[in-house]
């Protein structure tokens, strides 16, 4: 409402005055401007005396960072710059109003075979702070026109984007701009980055997916040994079972411990890595070697063998009866 500003002035200068008493007013500072980016992904004048600069079709439409009546202090709010990002940008401009294409775009070109076209595209990265006054009014820059993705390769020089600046410049792979807004509408912006040239930062993420691999690779082997080891103690476990249970049905067939799991499982969990000294106690106790499982199968397959025999010449036996009773009669 227009007279909002009015009322909560007059009610301000009461209160400070003592004229009424206070009453339950929350005072929150907001921002009157609102305050942008402006990027140029083709390079150009960097002079922050030329008005052409700003104006020019290599410029883009700002980005609003904070707009009209923002709650101040605000930020920083940080802005990340890639030189992939840059050359996805120069490729297709619209990608700037979508993220999440941006970033798909960029992982095409964040390869070794792109690195002229990213060192191009990062040294050609202009940006520049803008901020308006009026609602609806003209965009005014802040500041000098800064290229976050170069570096100079005397760590000296402090701006460089200055024309005057002799050292050689280099590209980097990523840097990021803080941007902030105190209580009076101050603008504060630092940029900040690791400083590796784009050879660099490929050979850093190279290395880093290689440890990466290998981080995988450890941790699969542990984890797999670990259930490897498992599956094998069950199966030697399983078949130590089946070894004592023959050995019970061998030298004590009917008593209790005939086909009793339950104890062959806490015989086996009882000398676990002691299997010889159970082996022995076994013998003599018993007074009959523990045989392998293989050997107990083959006893009882004969055992079977020989009883079914036995059942066949008991059914011949009784066959030939037969045929002498039909004979007499």
């Known amino acids: 409402r227009e007279e909002t500003v009015a009322v909560g002035t007059s009610v301000l200068a009461a209160v400070s005055h003592a004229r009424i008493e206070r009453p339950s007013v929350d005072v929150k500072n907001v921002s009157p401007a609102a305050v942008g980016i402006m990027y140029n992904f083709h390079g150009g004048s960097s002079s922050s005396s030329s008005k052409s600069s700003s104006s020019s079709s290599s410029w883009t439409e700002p980005s609003i960072i904070f707009d009209y009546d923002r709650r101040v202090p605000a930020g920083p709010s940080q802005i990340d710059f890639s030189a992939a990002e840059c050359v996805a940008l120069r490729e297709n401009p619209a990608l700037l109003n979508d993220m999440e294409k941006l970033v798909e775009e960029s992982e095409k070109w964040n390869k070794e075979k792109y690195n002229n076209l990213r060192e191009e595209a990062a040294l050609d990265l202009r940006i520049r702070v803008v901020q308006r006054i009026e609602r609806d009014g003209k965009w005014r820059p802040v500041g000098d026109v800064m290229s976050p993705l170069t570096k100079l390769s005397d760590e000296s020089g402090d701006n460089p984007s200055s024309e005057n600046s002799s050292e050689e410049k280099y590209a980097i792979e990523t840097s990021t701009l803080e941007l902030g807004l105190d209580s009076i509408g101050f603008i504060t912006a630092n940029l900040s980055s690791d400083g590796q040239s784009i050879e660099q930062a490929l050979k850093s993420a190279k290395s880093s997916t290689f440890w990466k691999y290998i981080r995988i690779v450890l941790a699969i082997a542990f984890f797999g040994g670990f259930f490897i080891k ?45 299997k010889e000294k159970l082996w022995r106690r076994l013998e003599t ?36 009866d037969a045929d002498e009773d039909k004979e007499e009669l």
């Open 285 to 320: 106790k018993y007074g009959s070697p523990v045989l392998s499982l293989k050997e107990y199968e083959e006893l009882e397959a004969e055992a079977e063998a020989a009883a079914a025999a036995a059942a066949l010449e008991e059914d011949e036996e009784v066959d030939l």
């Open 230 to 274: 498992s599956f094998v103690d069950e199966r030697i476990r399983e078949h130590d079972v089946k070894r004592i249970l023959a050995f019970y049905k061998s030298v004590a067939p009917g008593t209790i411990n005939d086909g009793d799991k339950h104890n062959a499982y806490y015989l086996c969990w009882k000398y676990k890595g002691k």
